[in-house]
């Protein structure tokens, strides 16, 4: 009776490990996205110019509201369709403009 060879003993080793993967089943189509272990080369160009953003709560409710008022879009589904975020997200933030 054989024995199966050792994984140590095989000639062909599998690839060292190199990074970790995440799959995500939520989207109709599974993706698996690879994050290496190595550093990752940032490039300057797609980083800001040093300028801050102005990540004030009321200045964002003020934005969405500009939107819905010149009729860019209909509805506060199509705002949320158009900037990539849930209608309930566009509900909170609008909200903001009643308190």
């Keep these: 009776m054989t024995k199966a060879p050792r994984v140590d003993q095989q000639e062909n080793q599998p690839l060292p490990e190199v990074g970790a993967f995440q799959i995500n ?22 980083s800001p110019s040093g300028e801050p953003v102005n990540r004030d709560p009321l200045a964002l409710a003020h934005f969405y509201q500009s939107l819905l008022d010149s009729n860019v879009v209909d509805s506060r589904a199509a705002l949320a369709r158009y900037l990539g975020v849930s209608r309930a997200r566009v509900t909170q933030v609008l909200n903001r403009l009643k308190r």
Excluded: G, H
Aim: charge should be neutral; charged fraction near 35%.
């Design 25 to 46: 089943k939520l989207r109709r189509r599974p993706t698996i996205d690879f994050y290496p272990w190595c550093a990752v080369e940032v490039n300057d160009s797609d």
